[in-house]
């Protein structure tokens, strides 16, 4: 008789099909249905989930606190470059949309979301920030030059809105030929760069609408506290300090 913790156990295992099966199906629907009743019949009873299953939970974890890292480094870096507190959130507001997409990719493709997905969705956070970066950097040297807040939203978008498209759908092709690939050693793999790909091509496009009226949304709040706090209702070119 085998114990831990002065306690008897048993180990239950088995090998999992991933042509037919998903392990996180399988734990999900044995959490669901069948340890319930197991527990109900035999209240001193205690489960654990090891192997693979425990693996997963510290590889999510890491990879929690991995993304939490890095967007405080990306938001540290932006506040530096625009000496701004807002227009870095601004930037960063492109990365759920991002995660959005990556899931949606997994819906298309057929694939599962699994820990190489999970790290593809992390990397994503630092590439689909790009175009809203080089969007509001567009947008303050217009204003700069002395356009009307909302003229320089419109001639940055008319101005960038090629090379965001251009430079995203290149990067997205590069992708393209991994996710087509049907080798063994390449599954592992396609999980990330569907996270990638998918995610990289929502997350523009949405990009293209989202940081113009977030934008706009910030600078109104901006005015609104900058009034309550001097008792001055200032134009939207005056509110942030990299505008003045």
């Known amino acids: 008789i085998k114990r831990v913790d002065k306690k008897r156990f048993i180990t239950v ?63 540290a870096i932006l506040s530096l470059l625009f000496r701004s507190y807002f227009q870095p959130i601004v930037v960063m507001s492109a990365i759920p949309f991002g995660f959005v997409g990556a899931v949606a990719g997994h819906v298309i493709m057929g694939y599962d ?54 430079t995203t759908l290149t990067t997205a092709s590069g992708l393209g030929p991994m996710l087509l690939e049907k080798s063994f050693q390449a599954q592992f793999l396609i999980p990330m760069a569907i996270s990638l790909c998918f995610g990289l091509l929502f997350a523009t496009f949405i990009t293209l609408i989202l940081v113009p009226v977030i934008s706009l949304i910030g600078n109104d709040i901006s005015i609104f506290f900058k009034w309550i706090y001097t008792g001055k209702w200032l134009p939207r070119e005056k509110v942030d300090s990299h505008t003045k």
């Open 13 to 75: 295992s088995g090998e999992v099909n991933d042509e037919v099966a998903n392990p996180s199906e399988i734990i999900s629907n044995l959490k669901r249905s069948i340890l319930p009743k197991l527990e109900s019949r035999f209240p001193d009873v205690r489960f654990q989930f090891e192997g693979q299953a425990r693996e997963s939970r510290e590889s999510i974890s890491s990879l929690g606190r991995g993304f939490v890292f890095a967007s405080l480094v990306i938001y």
């Open 113 to 166: 979301i699994s820990i190489l997905s999970l790290m593809g969705i992390v990397a994503l956070s630092g590439v689909v920030v790009n175009d809203s970066l080089v969007f509001l950097d567009f947008v303050n040297r217009f204003l700069k030059e002395g356009f009307t807040y909302e003229k320089a939203l419109l001639h940055a978008g008319i101005s960038r809105w090629r090379a965001i498209v251009l």
